[in-house]
């Protein structure tokens, strides 16, 4: 925690508020705060046209330190993806840099048009992700897929049936996203709750299948 403001940190955000991102994903990373550096930078490369875009791109690769022929070593995943190599891939990744090597090379991948479902199955090996979130939220995702994963997911498993609602959804198949909603809502944990996967089909939802949605009991407001 700074204690004294940093006129260069107060510039460098209100530039960032501005749309001009690469003044603070650099000055985080000059400062070695590399989760800082990497979340504003996956911030303004969500951002349309983003300014200086390849720049960050770089550094936000910088912040997993990778070895050299890393992205040789995913390009040759690309050729044969599978969990199995996903694992041996990552089999080594120091335990620091794990979570921005992992979320990078998910990212490189996506770029090189690498199966979204062998992807999403690696974004979510050690956990959910927000990547795994997103492939899903794209509409990329097969159930089938997500219901894999979800039968090793232990407590966790309704966060997965949830997505997959959401997979279901996206696909057309409102009968199935009933289905694997209730399944959801039956699964919930204190710390698993269906409450986010309902209302991302609520808030896409058509009149009628809003109607479809109140007769099977799945709620319109939180409780």
């Given at each position: 925690?700074?204690?004294?403001?940093?006129?260069?940190?107060?510039?460098?955000?209100?530039?960032?508020?501005?749309?001009?991102?690469?003044?603070?994903?650099?000055?985080?990373?000059?400062?070695?705060?590399?989760?800082?550096?990497?979340?504003?930078?996956?911030?303004?490369?969500?951002?349309?046209?983003?300014?200086?875009?390849?720049?960050?791109?770089?550094?936000?690769?910088?912040?997993?330190?990778?070895?050299?022929?890393?992205?040789d070593r995913l390009d040759r995943f690309a050729?044969?993806?599978?969990?199995?190599?996903?694992r041996d891939l990552m089999r080594f990744v120091p335990e620091d840099l794990f979570y921005q090597?992992?979320?990078?090379?998910?990212?490189?991948?996506?770029?090189?048009?690498?199966?979204?479902?062998?992807?999403?199955?690696?974004?979510?090996?050690?956990?959910?992700?927000?990547?795994?979130?997103?492939?899903?939220?794209?509409?990329?995702?097969?159930?089938?897929?997500?219901?894999?994963?979800?039968?090793?997911?232990?407590?966790?498993?309704?966060?997965?049936?949830?997505?997959?609602?959401?997979?279901?959804?996206?696909?057309?198949?409102?009968?199935?996203?009933?289905?694997?909603?209730?399944?959801?809502?039956?699964?919930?944990?204190?710390?698993?709750?269906?409450?986010?996967?309902?209302?991302?089909?609520?808030?896409?939802?058509?009149?009628?299948?809003?109607?479809?949605?109140?007769?099977?009991?799945?709620?319109?407001?939180?409780?």
């Amino acid at each position: 925690m700074r204690l004294v403001e940093d006129p260069e940190l107060t510039a460098a955000t209100n530039e960032f508020a501005r749309g001009v991102p690469l003044p603070l994903v650099q000055y985080h990373f000059e400062r070695n705060e590399l989760e800082e550096a990497a979340t504003v930078a996956r911030l303004a490369l969500n951002m349309p046209d983003c300014p200086d875009a390849d720049t960050i791109e770089e550094i936000l690769d910088r912040c997993s330190a990778p070895p050299d022929d890393w992205n040789d070593r995913l390009d040759r995943f690309a050729e044969d993806p599978s969990l199995e190599a996903w694992r041996d891939l990552m089999r080594f990744v120091p335990e620091d840099l794990f979570y921005q090597r992992h979320r990078n090379s998910i990212r490189y991948l996506r770029k090189r048009g690498v199966d979204p479902n062998v992807l999403f199955l690696c974004a979510c090996h050690h956990g959910l992700t927000p990547d795994a979130i997103a492939l899903v939220e794209e509409g990329l995702v097969r159930v089938d897929t997500i219901l894999t994963r979800a039968d090793d997911a232990g407590r966790a498993r309704g966060a997965y049936v949830g997505l997959a609602a959401q997979a279901a959804y996206l696909a057309g198949d409102i009968v199935g996203t009933i289905r694997l909603l209730r399944d959801a809502m039956a699964s919930e944990t204190e710390w698993i709750s269906a409450v986010p996967h309902v209302w991302f089909i609520r808030e896409r939802a058509s009149e009628s299948e809003h109607e479809a949605l109140d007769r099977a009991g799945i709620p319109r407001e939180p409780d």
